[in-house]
Each structure stands twice: as structure tokens, then as C-alpha cells.
């Protein structure tokens, strides 16, 4: 049974900091690459922050480039999302994702039809003003 469960998400003011983790099971983990996702009511789930296809780097949405950071544990198969800086646009759910890394990638970048992989359920983070 293929599980992402992601926990760390509440409510915090604008400016402050929240870290977001995703622990996986039933698969094995290094066969697939890892993302986070988000979405708010009405609006297309859009991508994070990704393992880029060309050189296995960390990518992230022009949105929150300098301010989240991915990290990875492979001891524990947790993927992590750490946020400083909240703004109140960064209210959404988020959800974390495995699928192979093409896939994740055009996920993340283009449109989640692009996307074979597993999701979370979500974990909500609210940015308050």
C-alpha cells in the first residue's frame, strides 16, 4: 500500500516561518522523485518545488524561489518543505507527490495531467495578515 502523509500545516501570521513533511511508504523511494504541489479553492494545482529532469537539482516556482527550501531523509523516506517568509498568498493546501521524475517535472512545471504518480492528501497552511 503506496502512502504520502504529509503533517506540519496550521495557521501562522505573514512573515513567519512553517515546515512541511511528507513521510513515504509502500514503494520504494528511490525509484521515484518527490515534489510538493499546492492548491487553493477554484484554481489548478500548481507545482512548488521539484527535481529538475536535467541535472537532479531543486527547482522551485518563481513564487516562492528564495524563501522554501526542499530537503529529503532517505533514512526515513521524508521529504521535507520548509517555508520562511510566509506571505498570505501562500495559503493553500499542499500536497506532496512521488512520480517518476519527467512526469513530476511536467507535473510541476505545465499541468498535473502529466501526472502517474501518488499524492498526499494535503496538509493546510494559512498565511494571516
Known amino acids: 500500500e503506496v502512502q504520502l502523509v504529509e503533517s506540519g500545516g496550521g495557521l501562522v501570521q505573514a512573515g513567519e516561518s512553517l515546515t512541511l513533511s511528507c513521510r513515504a511508504s509502500?514503494?520504494?523511494?528511490?525509484?521515484?522523485?518527490m515534489a510538493w504541489f499546492r492548491q487553493t479553492p477554484g484554481k489548478a494545482r500548481e507545482g512548488v518545488s521539484w527535481?529538475?529532469?536535467?541535472?537532479?537539482?531543486?527547482d522551485y516556482a518563481d513564487s516562492v524561489k528564495g524563501r522554501f527550501t526542499m530537503s529529503a531523509d532517505d533514512a526515513t523516506n521524508t521529504v521535507y518543505l520548509q517555508m520562511n517568509s510566509l506571505k498570505p498568498e501562500d495559503t493553500a493546501v499542499y500536497y506532496c507527490?512521488?512520480?517518476?521524475?519527467?512526469?513530476?517535472?511536467?507535473?510541476?512545471?505545465?499541468?498535473?495531467?502529466?501526472?502517474?504518480?501518488?499524492w498526499g492528501k494535503g496538509t493546510l497552511v494559512t498565511v494571516s495578515s
Open positions: 509502500g514503494f520504494t523511494f528511490d525509484d521515484y522523485a
Open positions: 507527490a512521488a512520480d517518476h521524475v519527467l512526469n513530476l517535472e511536467n507535473s510541476a512545471r505545465y499541468d498535473t495531467r502529466w501526472f502517474t504518480g501518488y
Open positions: 527535481v529538475s529532469s536535467r541535472d537532479s537539482s531543486i
